[in-house]
């Protein structure tokens, strides 16, 4: 069964950066459109940033000017960059995306998640 796989969480002070990747299962396949989503405890799944098929992005107002959102086509990853990053920024951030391999392979993968912590 093919997943998404993030790595480059942490535990991090305020004002620092970290670098989020995310990756199929199967490394021959490639991301096409991506989202990344973060939860906090108690707080419901909320959309952070995503890329479309042809390059454009979008972003949360709470993390505009601070994190970016690309794609590598030629390593088959995904990214989010967090720079400026906040205690509120703390939660588990979650990939999401649709994978081609030349073909559709299919829609809405999800990441298990990883922990992003930001001390204050």
């Known amino acids: 069964q093919v997943q998404l796989v993030e790595s480059g969480g942490g535990l991090v002070q305020a004002g620092e950066s970290l670098r989020l990747s995310c990756a199929a299962s199967r490394s021959t396949f490639s991301i096409n459109a991506m989202g990344w989503y973060r939860q906090a405890p108690g707080k419901q799944r909320e959309l952070v940033a995503d890329i479309s098929s042809d390059g454009s992005t979008t972003y949360a107002d709470s993390v505009k000017g601070r994190f970016t959102i690309s794609r590598d086509n030629a390593k088959n990853l995904g990214y989010l960059q967090m720079n400026s990053l906040k205690p509120e920024d703390t939660a588990v951030y979650y990939c999401?995306?649709?994978?081609?391999?030349?073909?559709?392979?299919?829609?809405?993968?999800w990441g298990q998640g990883i922990q992003v912590t930001v001390s204050s």
């Open positions: 999401n995306a649709d994978l081609e391999a030349g073909w559709v392979v299919g829609h809405d993968f």
